[in-house]
């Protein structure tokens, strides 16, 4: 199953961000900043990336439902999509 172009744009824009966010922990690091700013900006970086990852399963699910309506068997794409959710959870 392929991302939809749409939620790729997202997606990245996502991931970019959160890559600047990561160099900012890098250099809190390298800066010897407080732990409990370095871990705060952690946090922001995992719900960054989780939010990316959830966006790419939302979008599946939704390819799923469409198909579905459409007449087609998802049952196999249904419980993959599952997993992944899981997996991000």
Do not use: H, P, W, Y
């Amino acid at each position: 199953m392929q991302i939809e172009t749409d939620a790729v744009g997202d997606v990245v824009r996502r991931l970019r961000r959160a890559e600047g966010q990561i160099r900012g922990v890098i250099a809190m690091l390298e800066d010897g900043r407080d732990c409990a700013d370095v871990v705060t900006q952690l946090a922001a970086v995992s719900r960054a990336l989780d939010r990316a990852g959830f966006k790419i399963v939302a979008s599946g699910l939704q390819q799923c439902m469409e198909a579905k309506n459409s007449g087609e068997d998802q049952t196999v794409n249904l419980e993959r999509m599952e997993k992944l959710f899981l997996s991000l959870a």
